[in-house]
């Protein structure tokens, strides 16, 4: 996403590319994007830098809001002819035959999850899209939609600072034996220690309409990313990589998707894997955690609403 939206002035296409084909080159094959990022260009990024590996990589985008020609977001959408008309826009963005799994990428109240679901087994059997997700999805509509065709992978925030997909939503993946892929999982930049704490934001970057980005929140929040470095000074580690390692710990099924725009934190990101956390350092960083009350809400107010509880 930060590749073409949201984090400030877009970097260069060129140098966006290559820094996807060297993900490829190091191993990476999960490539997330969504027709709204942009809107339409990083898909079409995404498609220029992997089309000369597409059988090496799996790749996911994102159906569900109501978009003009020209990027508009008019809110929510997810009938069935719109998720068809998505899904085609989509395969030529990314020059390919099959989107590999396509999410709903927000729950949309004025359609039944049932013809969400419906809509997108029809998109499977005709061979144009592998599996089936959700994003930000409740309880609820994650079991009516596995009970129309079996969702893959379900989409959302997680991480050290936002930990509500523990109380409902782990247990009920589990259950049904639906994957976990976080997003944010460095809490947009936050968690990596390389945010100044009075740092600000232009109008064009996402954090500026963030409460937890706000300077009191932000000062407050700090004792997170303290306690990520001190963790890291043990495991001669970077808080980026304890809070991606931590998340890595949790379950089998997680599939952290930091995102970057440069080399050097791609690799650093990476090194996150080879990092061990001992149930002992699980607990001794949760009891931590406990005693840190993150400040400020994730989302303004708008944005918000679109979760589905």
Same mark, same amino acid.
């Given at each position: 996403m930060g590749m073409s939206a949201s984090y400030g002035p877009r970097p260069d296409r060129a140098e966006m590319v290559a820094v996807v084909r060297a993900a490829v080159d190091r191993g990476?094959?999960?490539?997330?994007?969504?027709?709204?990022?942009?809107?339409?260009?990083?898909?079409?990024?995404?498609?220029? &830098?992997?089309?000369?590996?597409?059988d090496r990589v799996v790749i996911a985008t994102k159906f569900g809001f109501d978009l003009e020609s020209d990027g508009t977001q008019r809110g929510l959408s997810s009938?069935?002819?719109?998720?068809?008309?998505?899904? *085609?826009? &989509?395969?030529?963005?990314l020059r390919s035959e099959r989107i590999d799994l396509f999410y709903q990428h927000r729950v949309d109240p004025g359609v039944p999850m049932e013809e969400v679901a419906g809509a997108v087994k029809e998109l499977i059997v005709a061979g144009k899209v592998g599996?089936?997700?959700?994003?930000?999805?409740g309880v609820a509509? @994650?079991?009516?939609?596995? $009970?129309?065709?079996?969702v893959t992978a379900l989409q959302s925030e997680y991480s050290l600072w936002w930990r509500e997909p523990e109380g409902q939503i782990l247990p009920v993946l589990e259950e049904l034996g639906i994957g976990f892929v976080p997003f944010s999982p460095l809490g947009r930049g936050f968690l990596t220690?390389?945010?100044?704490?009075?740092?600000?934001?232009?109008? *064009? *970057?996402?954090?500026?309409?963030?409460?937890?980005? $706000? &300077?009191?929140?932000?000062?407050?929040?700090?004792?997170?990313?303290?306690?990520?470095?001190?963790?890291?000074?043990?495991?001669?580690?970077?808080?980026?990589?304890?809070?991606? $390692?931590?998340?890595l710990a949790q379950r089998p099924?997680?599939?952290? @998707?930091?995102?970057?725009?440069?080399?050097?934190?791609?690799?650093?990101?990476?090194?996150?894997?080879?990092?061990?956390?001992?149930? $002992?350092?699980?607990?001794? @960083?949760?009891?931590a955690a406990e005693q840190i009350q993150v400040e400020g809400e994730r989302y303004p107010e708008q944005m918000d609403r679109m979760i589905d509880r």
């Open positions: 990476v094959t999960f490539f997330d994007t969504a027709e709204v990022y942009g809107p339409f260009d990083n898909e079409d990024l995404v498609g220029e &830098a992997l089309e000369p590996v597409r009938r069935p002819e719109t998720i068809r008309r998505v899904a *085609d826009a &989509a395969l030529g963005r599996h089936f997700g959700l994003s930000e999805a509509n @994650i079991r009516r939609a596995h $009970a129309v065709h079996p220690g390389k945010l100044d704490p009075t740092a600000t934001f232009g109008s *064009d *970057d996402i954090r500026a309409s963030i409460p937890r980005f $706000a &300077a009191d929140a932000m000062a407050a929040n700090q004792a997170m990313v303290d306690l990520l470095a001190r963790i890291g000074a043990e495991k001669d580690a970077s808080p980026a990589q304890v809070a991606l $390692a931590w998340l099924w997680i599939v952290p @998707i930091p995102g970057t725009r440069r080399l050097e934190r791609l690799e650093e990101n990476l090194g996150a894997a080879d990092i061990t956390l001992t149930p $002992a350092d699980l607990q001794a @960083i949760d009891a």
